[in-house]
């Protein structure tokens, strides 16, 4: 155990910093130091027992965990996380790791983790990391951040957004952009993955041709090939003529398959062949055309568990999944919270040929402590139902609620199951304890922090347990 900075009794915070690698650790402990408008007391420990050690004798405002350094402790990175993430006591808590991989960022969000960075770290990019957490757990200034919004830039490519993990993607899209690699988009929906699509084809050298998107979740898989390859005339009953299909129509400019988790694994070898040849042929017909298109392809899905699952093929995974770009979800970057409402609120207000004033502070901090599983999607959908419920003025907490009809939908209201007479109704566990938490947060008006404090729990429990809860309703 070291001290990197500072003295406990003149500090405003504490920072736990978990690291085998010490010189590594130094350097990322100096390096926020440096960032942060105080200098925060930055305590390293090289493996998980250390760190549980440390955890059960003091508490901590922050703790940046080096996944593999907690091996000590669990078999498996994520964990370890989760055991750190239990002796938090409350602290806001960033996994780190060696590479940018999508499975170790699920595995440490899952654990509890509230954030995931890939090393090498730069001191001031994860001062703002934290300074978003900090904003977005309702967690006080006590390792001396800036939390101030950021000013917003002027749109980028369709895209709104002022934080560092939107700056992060405009620079990933502009990089990739000129290439003619394909680009495989992950995100949760609702974050913006056509968007994304079309940004990387209206800056790249393609962007004079054919930008053709097809959804392969919204076609069924019988006509699924003849619209992807085209149809020659007499190929089936009603085929009157040769068509094209989405990939000869964007012949010279970029394909997007939007949802591509979901196209039939029959499809995706056909769809392979394409990507090593250049070329295909209509259902029906037998000679091959040359197709020249830059393939975009996009999924709300774990690419690597479909794998896991045999529903999507390895060997067209890694044939797509050469530039990856993941779109972080509205929760991982508050700051853009704002900045989109106040843009959709003056785009819709102008097709409404209405006048708001604006949100007021009430209502611009429950929009920003919101969960926001439907993403930007749901934000702007509320927005825009807000533009036509109301005749204008200023946003307060009444029209917000008013128009918040999606928050109620989540939880179905069922009609009670048949009980014994004299008998009092059971609801299962997860149940009663989904309406505990639930009641607790409507109690704070959608603060999830204040409404964990409270509880007495972590707020990446309530996250874990929410994600849990719309699990078991699907499954119903």
């Known amino acids: 155990m070291a001290m990197i900075s500072g003295h406990d009794n003149a500090l405003s915070g504490r920072l736990l910093l978990i690291d085998s690698d010490a010189e590594a650790a130094s350097q990322i402990g100096e390096s926020l130091s440096q960032a942060l408008l105080c200098t925060p007391a930055v305590t390293l420990v090289k493996s998980g027992r250390e760190a549980l050690d440390m955890l059960r004798a003091n508490r901590f405002d922050i703790i940046l965990a080096d996944m593999p350094s907690l091996n000590d402790i669990a078999e498996r990175d994520d964990e370890g996380m989760g055991r750190v993430v239990r002796h938090a006591e409350g602290a806001l808590v960033v996994a780190m790791a060696g590479g940018a991989s999508v499975t170790a960022a699920v595995g440490a969000m899952r654990a509890g983790a509230h954030d995931y960075v890939t090393k090498p770290i730069a001191g001031p990019s994860l001062a703002t990391r934290i300074g978003e957490l900090a904003q977005r757990h309702g967690r006080p200034r006590s390792l001396g951040l800036d939390t101030s919004l950021p000013q917003a830039t002027p749109d980028f490519a369709g895209f709104v957004g002022a934080s560092n993990a939107m700056q992060f993607i405009y620079e990933q899209i502009g990089r990739v952009a000129t290439s003619s690699a394909p680009v495989f988009i992950t995100g949760e929906s609702g974050t913006g993955k056509d968007v994304c699509a079309e940004a990387l084809h209206s800056q790249g050298p393609r962007a004079g041709k054919r930008f053709v998107a097809i959804n392969c979740a919204a076609i069924p898989r019988d006509l699924m090939e003849s619209e992807l390859f085209g149809v020659a005339r007499g190929a089936f009953t009603g085929a009157h003529e040769d068509r094209k299909g989405a990939a000869e129509l964007a012949d010279g400019g970029t394909l997007f398959l939007d949802e591509i988790g979901e196209m039939d694994l029959s499809l995706q070898s056909k769809l392979l062949r394409f990507l090593q040849t250049g070329t295909i042929s209509r259902v029906g017909e037998?000679?091959?055309?040359?197709?020249?298109?830059?393939?975009?392809?996009?999924?709300?899905?774990?690419?690597?568990?479909?794998?896991?699952?045999?529903?999507?093929?390895?060997?067209?995974?890694?044939?797509?999944?050469?530039?990856?770009?993941?779109?972080?979800?509205?929760?991982?970057?508050?700051?853009?919270?704002?900045?989109?409402?106040?843009?959709?609120?003056?785009?819709?207000?102008?097709?409404?040929?209405?006048?708001?004033?604006?949100?007021?502070?009430?209502?611009?901090?429950?929009?920003?402590?919101?969960?926001?599983?439907?993403?930007?999607?749901?934000?702007?959908?509320?927005?825009?139902?807000?533009?036509?419920?109301?005749?204008?003025?200023?946003?307060?907490?009444?029209?917000?609620?008013?128009?918040?009809?999606?928050?109620?939908?989540?939880?179905?209201?069922?009609?009670?199951?048949?009980?014994?007479?004299?008998?009092?109704?059971?609801?299962?566990?997860?149940?009663?304890?989904?309406?505990?938490?639930?009641?607790?947060?409507?109690?704070?008006?959608?603060?999830?922090?204040?409404?964990?404090?409270?509880?007495?729990?972590?707020?990446?429990?309530?996250?874990?347990?929410?994600?849990?809860?719309?699990?078991?309703?699907?499954?119903?």
């Open 286 to 476: 037998a000679n091959m055309r040359k197709v020249d298109v830059r393939v975009i392809c996009a999924t709300n899905r774990n690419p690597l568990q479909m794998i896991t699952e045999r529903k999507f093929r390895e060997d067209l995974f890694y044939r797509l999944h050469v530039l990856p770009i993941h779109l972080p979800p509205l929760r991982q970057r508050p700051t853009d919270i704002m900045v989109l409402a106040r843009h959709f609120l003056a785009r819709y207000a102008r097709e409404e040929h209405k006048v708001f004033g604006g949100f007021s502070n009430e209502a611009s901090q429950q929009l920003t402590a919101a969960d926001w599983p439907g993403n930007i999607r749901q934000l702007q959908n509320l927005v825009r139902r807000i533009v036509v419920m109301f005749d204008g003025g200023d946003i307060d907490i009444g029209m917000l609620t008013a128009a918040d009809i999606e928050s109620q939908a989540f939880v179905p209201v069922e009609a009670p199951a048949p009980r014994a007479e004299g008998r009092r109704a059971i609801l299962p566990m997860w149940q009663q304890e989904q309406k505990i938490i639930e009641d607790a947060i409507a109690a704070f008006a959608g603060n999830i922090s204040m409404a964990a404090a409270a509880l007495e729990i972590s707020p990446s429990t309530i996250y874990r347990k929410r994600q849990g809860w719309a699990e078991m309703q699907k499954a119903g």
